[in-house]
């Protein structure tokens, strides 16, 4: 989130590109990420966890799942450092 909100809140971004340009880039990270840490051991902590999260233990699906949480708190996260940006170049001029 705290890179998210500084990139954004250093580039400007326009409308919906403010959300989805650091929503695709942390879920893609983190989807990434899950994969290459649960590949190591098989999948069998994902599974058990994805049995406590009610998704059937499909591994899959809680990666899936921990992308899309990630991707909106990064997000958001953009929204507001874009919306910082602009309240604090509003008062420069």
Known sequence: MLAAFLSSAIVRLRK????????LAIALFWIIYAWTLSSANDFILAKKVAVLLYLDGNALLL???????????????????????????????
């Open 16 to 23: 919906a590109s403010a959300f989805f340009v650091p929503f």
């Open 63 to 93: 990666i899936l799942v921990t992308g899309i949480v990630g991707g909106l708190a990064a997000g958001v996260a953009g929204v507001f450092g874009n919306q910082c940006r602009a309240i604090f170049s509003q008062n420069d001029q």
